[in-house]
């Protein structure tokens, strides 16, 4: 049965635009006595949570309930259930004092945990085994936004099925003001100038202000700066730590590879940044296989803000243009892989075969796809994917449940040759 979005909360408000993880969050609440929803800010999670919690404490702007945290922690985490606590990494003695309330209740759905950084390792987060279930938010997918119609499921690829759809006529142009506007749910109904304003700004605080924040200490806004444009210059791409400060320093300056890694991990707690890892199968031949993650941005808006693009710009530029919708791809099959317990990775080998996106399902279910700005490479998209069929040990793997091209525009099929084509207006959770 194809997944549909609906609000779940009939007492849900009516500015609220549902989201594929109001069904993960609902099933999760129904099995652990706390889930923790992460992501990076604005991407909607306090509203998500909202809609299932029965009362609320939000912790960064509420300066009360922190003064009653170094009192009575009970006084801010009593309330009816799931208990929402937004923001928890404001006060990470929260997390002790979840954990014990979970162990004294035993029931289910007693807390709804907000974050937008991970806290520092001191926080002891291991001790929530068992009792935590951990849930990311992303930007919103063209699903959610409504520019795609879903009429191409993942859930139907991962069963092998992939239904002749019509043009959904979305074209490059529209594509490129997608990625220059982001997924972001408090930009929805603005105009594409204003949107891609308020995430210049967004970028702006976190380079300004998050990253010190986080650090614990101040870090250069400006060096930040140059590492988030170094790497909107090398998304999508499998570049290295030494290049990336290499080329964030620029011709007359130094930046040490350290103080990128630095930078990277601030990032990564941030989670503006959000690598996408290298698959390792069991294959045929003696190739070896390249271990080195691709770089992404959270949302590929924040990759054009980084370089000032706009529509236009990324129109007048198609190689950049190819590796943002890359990355605008890899973050909808992100958020539709999760909802089915899988994740997504890339291929690579030292014989330059490589496959842009992997997505592994827990029973071992698996499909490759190959991401193609232009209706023109289809072919070659198609040409890599089967190379690649015959070099994994499908005997030990499995065979792919489907390989698939993901391109722009055009109509959804499956080749002659057994290659599906997947226009990204058709792809749906």
């Not at 520019?147 to 043009?167: F, N």
Request: proline fraction near 5%; hydrophobic fraction near 40%; include cysteine.
């Amino acid at each position: 049965m194809r997944y549909i979005l609906l609000i779940m909360n009939s007492e849900a408000p009516l500015s609220y635009r549902p989201r594929i993880v109001d069904e993960e969050l609902r099933a999760r609440l129904g099995a652990a006595g706390a889930v923790v929803i992460e992501g990076a800010k604005a991407t909607g999670k306090t509203e998500t949570a909202k809609q299932l919690a029965a009362s609320s404490v939000l912790l960064d702007v509420d300066e009360a309930a922190r003064q009653a945290m170094e009192v009575d922690p009970k006084l801010v985490l009593e309330g009816q259930a799931p208990r929402l606590v937004d923001e928890w990494q404001v006060e990470p003695k929260v997390w002790s004092h979840v954990r014990r309330m979970v162990d004294d209740r035993r029931i289910p759905g007693q807390f709804i945990l907000t974050g937008s950084a991970v806290p520092n390792e001191d926080v002891n987060q291991h001790t929530g085994a068992g009792r935590f279930s951990f849930l990311r938010m992303r930007p919103m997918t063209l699903f959610e936004t409504g520019h795609s119609s879903g009429a191409i499921s993942l859930e139907q690829v991962m069963r092998g099925q992939l239904p002749s759809q019509s043009d959904p006529g979305m074209t490059v142009a529209d594509i490129a003001e997608r990625i220059a506007v982001g997924g972001w749910p408090g930009q929805l109904g603005r105009s594409p100038t204003d949107a891609r304003r308020a995430v210049r700004d967004y970028l702006e605080q976190i380079q300004r202000v998050d990253v010190g924040r986080v650090a614990g200490g101040h870090r250069d806004p400006q060096k930040v700066g140059q590492l988030v444009r170094s790497l909107a210059r090398n998304v999508a791409t499998e570049v290295t730590t030494t290049v990336l400060a290499k080329d964030a320093a620029g011709p007359d300056a130094s930046m040490s590879r350290n103080t990128v890694i630095s930078y990277l991990e601030i990032l990564e707690r941030l989670m503006i940044i959000e690598n996408q890892p290298a698959w390792a199968p069991h294959l045929r031949s003696k190739a070896i296989l390249r271990s080195s993650p691709k770089r992404h941005f959270v949302d590929p808006s924040l990759a054009a803000a980084a370089l000032g693009a706009s529509p236009e710009r990324l129109l007048a530029d198609i190689s950049l243009l190819g590796f943002f919708f890359e990355s605008l791809v890899i973050r909808e099959l992100r958020v539709f892989a999760q909802r089915l317990n899988g994740t997504v990775s890339h291929y690579r080998d030292n014989n330059d075969l490589e496959v842009d996106a992997i997505v592994e399902l827990d029973d071992g279910r698996w499909a490759a796809f190959e991401v193609k700005l232009g209706t023109s490479r289809i072919d070659e998209g198609a040409a890599s994917l089967l190379r690649f069929a015959q070099v994994v040990d499908t005997e030990r793997c499995g065979p792919p449940s489907m390989l698939a091209v993901v391109t722009s525009s055009g109509y959804g099929y499956v080749r002659d040759d057994g290659v599906g084509v997947i226009p990204l207006g058709l792809l749906g959770p």
